[in-house]
Each structure stands twice: as C-alpha cells, then as structure tokens.
C-alpha cells in the first residue's frame, strides 16, 4: 500500500514540459526563415566555389550566428533548464551549424549549374 501511495505522489510531481502555444509556433518558424534568409543573402559572397560546401556552410553559419542562436532559443523556450542545455550544446556543435547551411550551399551551387 505504501509502495502504491509513493508511486502516485513520484508521479504527480514529474510533468510533462509545456506545449508551446501556436503563436510560439510560429516564432520559431519565423526565426528559423530568418537563420535561412541571412544564409540565402550571403551566400553569394561566401563562396568561393572552390572551398568544399560544409567550409562555405561553416562560414555561413559564423556569418549568420546572430540568426542562428535566435532560431535556437527560440526552439527551446519551453524546455527545463537540462533540456536547453543539451539542445544549446548540441546546436553549438560543428556538425549542426553545418547541417543547418548546408542546404543552402547546395541550393546556390546548383543555380550556377543551370546558368
């Protein structure tokens, strides 16, 4: 009986984290078009078209850092502090801040194929 009592009161102190609202949503898609629209509007300059696309997305990503931590904390408002830590971590990571360019990079060099 205690075991049962004990596992009800462990468990109503664990919650679940808070859903964002939908207007939060959308600021996180905001700020994730404006991480992307400062790599579309440097791209050009960035590359040399002889660097290999993750060193142009690097440099992207340093360029757009601004934009980049924007889109990140606004992804993690609603987590627990251990949570922002772990997502802040891992975004601040070389793979992730090419990840989030790459496409980009990519994006550009095949326009200039199709000129």
Do not use: F
Not at 10 to 29: F, G, M, N, R
Not at 35 to 55: F, H, I, N, P
């Amino acid at each position: 009986m205690l075991m049962i009592v004990l596992s009800g009161l462990i468990s109503a102190c664990v919650t679940a984290p808070a859903k964002p609202p939908a207007e939060h949503e959308q600021l996180i898609d905001a700020k994730v078009r404006a991480q992307t629209a400062c790599g579309l509007r440097y791209v050009k300059e960035t590359d040399d078209e002889l660097s290999d696309a993750a060193t142009v997305a690097l440099a992207l990503a340093i360029r757009c850092r601004t934009e980049y931590d924007a889109a990140t904390e606004a992804s993690v408002a609603y987590d627990n502090d251990r949570v922002k830590k772990m997502m802040r971590d891992k975004r601040g990571k070389r793979e992730s801040l090419v990840e989030a360019y790459l496409p980009v990079v990519m994006k550009y060099r095949q326009s200039l194929k199709t000129r």
